[in-house]
């Protein structure tokens, strides 16, 4: 592992400070700032390591993942969040829903994710854009679905 | 990405999704309505945005680069394996308008709902969702105690194109909900019948 290439979004390059800084969402509750205001806002860009978007992949509000079924997960060149987005996305679950489900903002969502979806862990499939409009057939399952309510 | 494992039969299928914004003032009773329908309690995610990079100023002056959370509540419908529809709440406040031009890509269709009480806290979504080309129906919700409005009078105070559906609605009631989105649904095929 130590030989691997230092930006490889896997690795935990520096280890623990990472793991106070996600604390929060573990067993231990200790907020090391101490500021109820900015922790929540600034904790999750530390799961992310710092990235932002230029490096993930393309994903939506409502981009639909689902977890890997026969992928084999090295649970140790994983953040822990990622690991819970993998338990959560044994069933097909939005972006949104993660991010809702997890609370961690869609930001990082995105770059976890698509961390994830580039190793091969989790498949996704993005939704109709105004680009790929609904197909008359869509519509009428929309309609369909929406009376079996 | 699914195709790497199109031979896997054990692999599900990753549905596609579509959206389905909800749009009003506050208190209008947009969660509500997602909740009357929605398949899960309705979930509230949040966006971090950087104000900046949207071009509003920053006029409290105690950061160079604000941050502001926006908050969205949306739910779900599956409508088969492979589909799977949400409903967005759309934050009603104006300084959020900028996320409606994020949300409302792609999105099939959008509700306007109309809380006669405050009649103007929808005008903006109208506005925006006639400007952006947006299908969008307005679901007028009957609360109790207000006065009762007719569709016409709705329609004359918004200005409506009289293409756009105008639907009385309680956003509490499933059926009454259901009943908004078959319009919007049905709206929109017509225009792409069109």
Not at chain 1, 105 to 133: F, I, Q
Not at chain 2, 9 to 34: R, W
Request: proline share 6%; charged share 25%; net charge negative.
């Amino acid at each position: 592992m130590q030989a691997h290439n230092e930006h490889d979004p896997g690795e935990i390059p520096h280890g623990l400070p990472h793991r106070d800084a996600v604390g929060g969402f573990g067993s231990d509750e200790s907020e090391p700032t101490g500021q109820q205001e900015a922790g929540p806002l600034v904790r999750p860009y530390v799961i992310a390591q710092g990235r932002d978007h230029a490096d993930t992949v393309r994903l939506d509000m409502i981009s639909v993942v689902i977890a890997a079924k026969r992928a084999e997960v090295d649970e140790m060149a994983l953040e822990p969040e990622q690991l819970r987005i993998l338990e959560l996305c044994r069933r097909p679950q939005s972006v949104a829903e993660v991010s809702a489900h997890l609370d961690i903002p869609v930001a990082v969502v995105k770059v976890l994710l698509s961390d994830l979806l580039n190793r091969g862990l989790a498949l996704a499939r993005a939704p109709y854009t105004a680009k790929s409009p609904v197909s008359r057939d869509v519509l009428q399952a929309v309609l369909d679905g929406i009376q079996r309510l | 990405m699914a195709s790497k494992d199109s031979d896997n039969d054990d692999q599900a299928p990753v549905p596609s999704a579509l959206k389905i914004l909800v749009a009003g003032g506050f208190g209008a009773g947009k969660t509500t309505m997602v909740g009357s329908v929605s398949e899960i309690a309705p979930l509230s995610t949040e966006e971090v945005m950087t104000e900046a990079s949207y071009g509003i100023d920053d006029l409290s002056g105690v950061e160079s680069k604000g941050t502001t959370t926006v908050a969205l509540d949306f739910g779900r419908i599956t409508i088969s394996p492979t589909l799977v529809l949400y409903l967005f709440g759309t934050p009603g406040q104006e300084r959020f308008w900028f996320m409606w031009e994020e949300l409302s890509e792609g999105a099939l269709g959008a509700i306007v709902i109309a809380d006669t009480r405050r009649l103007e806290t929808c005008f903006a979504a109208v506005d925006f969702f006639e400007r952006r080309g947006v299908p969008f129906v307005v679901a007028v919700n009957c609360f109790e105690g207000a006065h009762r409005y007719e569709e016409d009078e709705v329609r004359d105070a918004l200005s409506l194109d009289p293409s756009i559906p105008v639907v009385l609605s309680d956003a509490r009631d499933r059926e009454s909900s259901k009943n908004v989105l078959l319009t919007l649904v049905n709206r929109v095929a017509e225009r792409m019948a069109a």
